[in-house]
């Protein structure tokens, strides 16, 4: 089956550690994306990749980071200066960056205390 | 302002009832719209794009009003499955859409017995 996953799906840390989020799509996706969602607002943009070895900042990139070093893996890590890291993260896909339909993995909710 | 407003409801619908709710953007230059259904805790999925002659996918009507600047979702015949929070997406087109996906924060719909 193809499609998209995250681990893990649930992540606690301390507030202070860098946390590291995976995704994996097996879709042969050129485009990737990472997506913040907090209660009541619509889902934001922190990173994208329109294909291996490139990406671009999203409309929330401060204090996160990502690479994309094989077409398949598109891993965030949210570092210790994002401000308010907790949140439920998605990351999703495209066939490619002009496509806008996107396909969407089961999300990591990540709790910082 | 917010690019996308949804009224976050909850609509509570009877079984076998008609509900509809509407998405409004500030965007005029907006050209693509999609429905997508997020079940809670879960990752969205996409439900259907708008078309401007409107178009229908079963028990589902999507209709776009540019004049007004709003898309609308109605479902006939609500189903216990259909309980869900339905996201409204806008984008402004192009070939670099990756950046100019919009989210609207969601109606919840609750279907009850």
């Known amino acids: 089956d193809g499609g998209i996953t995250q681990s893990p799906k649930y992540l606690f840390r301390k507030e202070g550690q860098n946390v590291t989020l995976s995704c994996e799509q097996n879709l042969n996706h050129d485009a990737m994306y990472w997506y913040r969602q907090d209660p009541g607002q619509g889902l934001r943009l922190i990173y994208y990749?329109?294909?291996?070895?490139?990406?671009q900042k999203g409309d929330i990139a401060e204090g996160y980071s990502v690479s994309r070093e094989k077409k398949e893996s598109f891993p965030l890590t949210v570092t210790s200066a994002q401000k308010n890291p907790t949140a439920f993260y998605l990351c999703?896909?495209?066939?490619?960056?002009?496509?806008?339909?996107?396909?969407f993995g089961p999300g990591t909710r990540l709790t910082v205390t | 302002r917010k690019e996308v407003e949804q009224d976050p409801g909850p609509f509570n619908v009877p079984e076998g009832a008609t509900v509809a709710f509407n998405c409004t953007y500030s965007n005029s230059a907006s050209q693509s719209f999609f429905w997508y259904r997020q079940d809670c805790r879960k990752e969205p999925k996409l439900l259907m794009s708008v078309y401007s002659s409107g178009n229908e996918d079963g028990r589902f009507t999507a209709q776009l009003n540019r004049a007004s600047q709003y898309i609308s979702l109605l479902i006939r015949d609500s189903k216990l499955s259909d309980s869900a929070t339905y996201l409204c997406v806008v984008s402004s087109g192009g070939t670099d859409s990756w950046g100019k996906l919009q989210f609207g924060a969601g109606t919840q719909v609750v279907v009850t017995p």
């Open positions: 990749s329109q294909i291996v070895n490139d990406f």
């Open positions: 999703a896909s495209s066939r490619t960056s002009g496509d806008e339909t996107r396909y």
